[in-house]
């Protein structure tokens, strides 16, 4: 402890304002004001991960509706209004815009005279600015209003995937859902997001902000997150205080204990089973260190800091293990665990993050 202190003195760094927490199994090794709470920046991203998986099984999808409220004539021309319901889908992109309004068009809808009313939870390309998502979707309706990022979202499409041209006349606002309680609506597309797995490992690996306030919010709140993952990881009372999802800001904090140790971790070995199934790990030997994921720059993808142990252990999606664990050769040097998703190419971001569906994208199913 006290060599690791001086260390940090060497590097400038101010001793009180950290904190370390080095558990082996049961026993701490070395800690330094573990128990402390210190700002926790994006790491608040896990608390946010646990309360989700708390709340929704790992293939949830978020339904974003469209509705007819009108007359289509047979020309196809829809005379009245355009109805988007949506569910808070922390990543509905360009893409998902895109996908609507082809789809939209394969049912025979050329044209909407009136406008494109959404209600609910919405929000497009991350915008934090309700508005801007309402500009975004109009544009994303259209090829002859496409912006440069819109162009870059479709090259990231199928190839092959048309380019909508659906002419809609009036704006894009949002009304309150309770506006549409009388209104006669027919309700043709279903688009359902990628499943919460997936979501939530875009979420962390580019520790995007929006979305994680996103997810935090369809959970029920700072104050949610915080119970959830409380009890979910059975962290000491007292050692993680959240005043949003993201980590943005100082009120956000947590012990080094609750950050990194295995028992009880944010992460715990004991919890992945159920927590994180999509992950690898590699489990404890009878004799020797025990088992841990490892961080990298990308993301958890790796799994074991263990030389001593024969196999490792990779969970399937419905958090069982395989019934023969791989072999990992005489010094366990643990491969990347895949994470269990439906996505059929990674996630490639440009600009803003964006990704791929390839030939699974699809619109939805009519209702």
Not at 308 to 331: A, D, H, M, N, Q
Request: net charge positive; charged share 20%; proline share 9%.
């Amino acid at each position: 402890d006290v060599y690791k202190r001086q260390g940090l003195r060497r590097q400038g760094w101010s001793v009180p304002d950290q904190g370390i927490w080095i558990q082996v199994g049961q026993s701490v090794v070395a800690e330094h004001r573990g128990s402390v709470l210190m700002p926790a920046a994006s790491l608040t991203k896990l608390a946010t991960t646990l309360a989700a998986l708390q709340t929704w099984p790992l293939d949830h999808r978020f339904d974003t509706l469209v509705g007819l409220h009108g007359t289509l004539q047979s020309d196809g021309v829809l005379d009245g209004d355009l109805v988007i319901q949506g569910s808070g889908d922390p990543l509905f992109v360009w893409e998902e815009g895109i996908a609507l309004a082809n789809r939209l068009q394969e049912l025979g809808i050329q044209r909407v005279t009136g406008e494109i009313l959404v209600t609910g939870p919405f929000t497009m390309n991350f915008e934090e600015d309700q508005a801007e998502s309402l500009v975004d979707l109009k544009q994303a309706m259209a090829t002859s209003t496409w912006t440069w990022e819109a162009r870059q979202a479709y090259a990231n499409l199928a190839p092959g995937t048309p380019q909508p041209n659906l002419q809609i006349d009036g704006v894009a606002r949002w009304i309150p859902t309770a506006d549409l309680e009388n209104v006669p609506i027919e309700w043709v597309v279903r688009h359902q997001s990628l499943p919460l797995v997936a979501i939530l490992k875009a979420m962390n690996i580019y520790s995007n902000n929006v979305m994680a306030e996103m997810v935090a919010e369809l959970v029920g709140g700072p104050a949610q997150v915080m119970a959830k993952a409380t009890e979910l990881a059975e962290l000491p009372a007292g050692e993680l205080s959240l005043a949003n999802g993201s980590g943005l800001g100082v009120e956000n904090q947590m012990s080094a204990r609750v950050a990194g140790g295995p028992s009880p971790p944010l992460l715990k070995p004991a919890a992945w089973p159920r927590l994180a199934p999509w992950l690898g790990w590699c489990p404890p030997p009878k004799k020797g260190r025990c088992g841990s994921p490892l961080s990298t720059k990308g993301g958890i993808s790796l799994t074991c800091g263990c030389s001593r142990i024969s196999y490792c252990r990779r969970f399937r999606p419905t958090g069982e293990p395989p019934k023969r664990p791989p072999k990992c050769g005489p010094r366990c040097e643990c491969r990347p665990a895949p994470f269990a998703t439906a996505t059929p190419a990674a996630i490639r971001w440009p600009r803003r993050p964006r990704r791929s569906r390839g030939a699974e994208h699809t619109a939805g199913a009519g209702l």
